[in-house]
């Protein structure tokens, strides 16, 4: 019995870091994910970058270029032209409802710890990215910027209830 103790105790002792490191993992991942939205969508509305983290004016051109291909790793099964949203919005599934467009639509995004595992990658070839191309020093002024980051899009990166696969579908689709 004692022994059977130890061993769980063990277990639970390793397990629990790993399971605290995968969450800040995808914590990160959405922080950075809301970040180079919000950035984008300001950017686009307004020709500026607010709350710039540091970057000069002859490094905006290469600044905006890498969020807009970080955009696209991050949203590439549930952009405007994703399959996802392709489906939601064709014209000859209007017959099903709502629901059912939406359960079909998100369906045909990678499994749930498929999805986890790409945001996680993607945040961190992003963050690597930034510190080779931008220096540490900006790295670390958008790693504090990004927690405050809003946005009206989010990653798919937990479980949805069916109002809320709405919601998201209908935020991604626009």
């Not at 629990?16 to 969450?23: A, G, I, M, T, V």
């Not at 709350?51 to 549930?78: H, K, M, R, T, W």
């Not at 937990?158 to 998201?168: C, K, M, N, T, Y």
Request: one cysteine or more.
């Amino acid at each position: 019995m004692n022994a059977r103790y130890l061993f769980l105790i063990f277990l639970v002792t390793i397990a629990f870091p790993l399971h605290s490191h995968s969450q800040s993992s995808i914590e990160s991942a959405e922080a950075s994910f809301r970040y180079v939205h919000s950035t984008l969508s300001t950017f686009r509305d307004t020709g500026r970058l607010v709350n710039n983290p540091g970057v000069d004016g002859s490094d905006l051109e290469a600044f905006i270029e890498l969020l807009d291909f970080y955009y696209e790793q991050f949203s590439s099964g549930f952009n405007s032209d994703s399959a996802m949203c392709r489906f939601y919005r064709d014209p000859d599934n209007g017959r099903m409802t709502i629901e059912e467009r939406a359960e079909i639509s998100f369906s045909l995004l990678r499994e749930l710890p498929d999805r986890i595992e790409r945001y996680i990658t993607v945040d961190e070839d992003f963050q690597n990215e930034l510190a080779d191309e931008f220096g540490t020093f900006l790295l670390d002024n958008i790693n504090q910027i990004k927690i405050d980051s809003l946005s009206n899009q989010q990653l798919p990166s937990s479980e949805f209830d069916e109002a809320a696969v709405i919601s998201f579908i209908d935020s991604a689709c626009i």
